[in-house]
């Protein structure tokens, strides 16, 4: 079972993604040449300053995550939507 902490985390992921989704729908309907260069100029410079920092906790967690991957203990998209729902 999941902790507590670890499905908050999860479920953000899954946030973002969504958001991302919708995002990227939203910038394809744009037929402005002039906005999708602002778009664009707007997020380069957004991301080309910005440093995720991770903390100790992070990093392990992402450490424990890439070998139990490694191990084949992986599950689907679609199987951890499943079981987290």
Known sequence: MLAL???FRIFT???I???KIELAK???S???PEMIKKIKHFLKKETSQEK???TKYEKKEIEIALKQLDEGKGISFDDFVKKVS
């Open 5 to 7: 902490d670890t499905k």
């Open 52 to 54: 995720v920092k991770l």
């Open 30 to 32: 744009i037929d402005n």
């Open 13 to 15: 992921l899954m946030d």
């Open 17 to 19: 993604q969504s958001s």
């Open 26 to 28: 939203l910038i394809l």
